[in-house]
């Protein structure tokens, strides 16, 4: 895996214009640049119970706040990633500023760091289920089962078992791992809000707006203070 440090938001500009007319890249955003590339469900303290036990469990409750019947497990299994259950599924997405906005909105006083992804293959997901793959780690594309996952443009990598990291000994395709130093994080998330990407849009309920506006009192000493404060709605 190659490692790029990037020092001003040009270098970012250009950055992301080298995959401005490409879809087949994907971008990943983590606040920490020490984390490896690991689910949650892989992870120190969510590791004890088996995550197909955990999601099973949470299937038979999940019911009764669905849209809809017939969910297929893979679809089941995106919208439990995406309201916080601990998964085998790691979140990407096509939009590289959407993984930027991951790799700053967080954790201010530490580098954060941008992923490039070149899978080689994906998963037919439709003709195999999603706890029985002898792959290590490998790309899923998923149906838009929920509003995150269609405003976050999600992908998903499968790792089984969880605790396998992609990394250079399970990586099929090419990786680009992009240092975001902490100086930079703040003047970033701004510039996302400008162009659209920010808490509100990303998580389109409650919990997005309740973010979006801890965000905004959060940095009121960065704003231009020439608005009126009953203005605050607009931002």
């Known amino acids: 895996m190659n490692?790029?440090?990037?020092?001003?938001?040009?270098?970012?500009?250009?950055?992301?214009?080298?995959?401005?007319k490409s879809n087949i890249f994907k971008f990943r955003g983590q606040s920490d640049s020490s984390w490896d590339l690991v689910p949650k469900a892989g992870r120190k303290g969510f590791d004890k119970v088996p995550d197909k036990v955990i999601f099973y469990q949470w299937k038979?409750?999940?019911?009764?706040?669905?849209?809809?019947?017939?969910?297929?497990?893979?679809?089941?299994?995106?919208?439990?990633?995406?309201?916080?259950?601990?998964?085998?599924?790691?979140?990407?997405?096509?939009?590289?500023?959407?993984a930027l906005f991951f790799a700053a909105s967080e954790n201010q006083d530490k580098d954060g760091a941008f992923f490039v992804f070149k899978p080689n293959k994906?998963?037919?997901?439709?003709?195999?289920?999603?706890?029985n793959?002898?792959?290590?780690?490998?790309?899923?594309?998923?149906?838009?089962?929920?509003?995150?996952?269609?405003?976050?443009?999600?992908?998903?990598?499968?790792?089984n078992p969880p605790e396998t990291p992609l990394n250079n000994n399970?990586?099929?395709?090419?990786?680009?791992k992009i240092i975001i130093?902490?100086?930079?994080?703040?003047?970033?998330?701004?510039?996302?809000?400008?162009?659209?990407?920010?808490y509100l849009n990303l998580f389109p309920d409650l919990e997005g707006l309740s973010k979006h506006l801890t965000w905004f009192i959060e940095n009121y000493e960065y704003w231009d203070k020439n608005f009126d404060e009953n203005e605050i709605e607009d931002y």
């Open 181 to 198: 130093p902490s100086n930079l994080k703040v003047e970033i998330i701004h510039m996302l809000n400008q162009y659209g990407i920010n």
């Open 60 to 98: 038979r409750r999940a019911i009764s706040f669905l849209n809809k019947e017939n969910y297929s497990d893979w679809e089941l299994l995106a919208v439990a990633q995406h309201t916080g259950l601990p998964t085998r599924f790691l979140d990407w997405t096509h939009v590289p500023t959407v």
């Open 133 to 159: 793959i002898e792959i290590p780690v490998i790309m899923h594309h998923p149906s838009a089962a929920s509003d995150r996952v269609a405003n976050q443009y999600g992908h998903f990598t499968v790792h």
């Open 170 to 176: 399970t990586l099929d395709g090419s990786l680009i």
């Open 122 to 131: 994906s998963i037919l997901h439709e003709k195999i289920d999603p706890f």
């Open 3 to 20: 490692e790029i440090r990037i020092n001003s938001l040009n270098e970012i500009h250009d950055l992301l214009s080298k995959y401005r």
